[in-house]
């Protein structure tokens, strides 16, 4: 069983769960749910009949796995080009795990988000062609996934070097086609359509980004 000091140790936090660096391997992460928003926690804040669904339903864990192995079968290992690999699930003493390739900078830090990125440096010479790479390879692949968010991308450099530049943009979080019936996993022209519409918004993203913090206003 991996051990972890507390829940303060989590290098990162969403609105379900927490993000740990697996202690016995630095190049691996491992989400687990917080406490407050367990499935069982989760499913009893429901109504009646949503309170009838399975745990699993709740557990962001479960449909992640889910995806990532839709989209491995549906895609093939090309799709690890643009998200982390999963490794499957581990047991910690703060609860059954999920884990993940952990992106890194080639100085051994881990990668900051676009989010972060944007903010500091503007949509500068290094990123630009990072950018439109990662935005031809989403779209040729047909990578499936809700509104791509400049928070769930990150952007892992090269920045050892005399001439420090970004290696690859990898999308974090937020995958998988939100469809109820998801058709693009079945038809691929529909799957890279719907992805080439997805990235496109990332310029206006971006382009809204810089224009806040040009103008004083909090990046939040």
Known sequence: MIEFASLDSAFSSGGNRLCFVDPNNPLCCIKIARPERAPERKRAEKSFPGNLRPLSYFDENISDLAVYQRVEKSIGHDAYQLMPKCYGY?????????????????????????????????????????????????????????????????????????????????????????????????????????AGRKASRLHKAIESLIKKRDTGGDWG
């Open 90 to 194: 581990v047991e910690t003493n703060l609860g059954r795990g999920l884990a993940f390739e952990l992106i890194k900078d080639t100085d051994g830090q881990i990668s900051m988000t676009l989010k972060q990125y944007v903010w500091l440096y503007g949509l500068n010479d290094a990123l630009k062609p990072a950018l439109n790479t990662f935005l031809h390879l989403w779209q040729s692949l047909g990578m499936p996934s809700r509104n791509l968010l400049l928070h769930n991308i990150v952007v892992q450099q090269d920045n050892i070097t005399q001439d420090p530049s970004i290696i690859r943009l990898v999308v974090i979080d937020g995958l998988g086609w939100p469809d109820i019936v998801p058709f693009a996993y079945y038809f691929p022209p529909l799957a890279r359509y719907k």
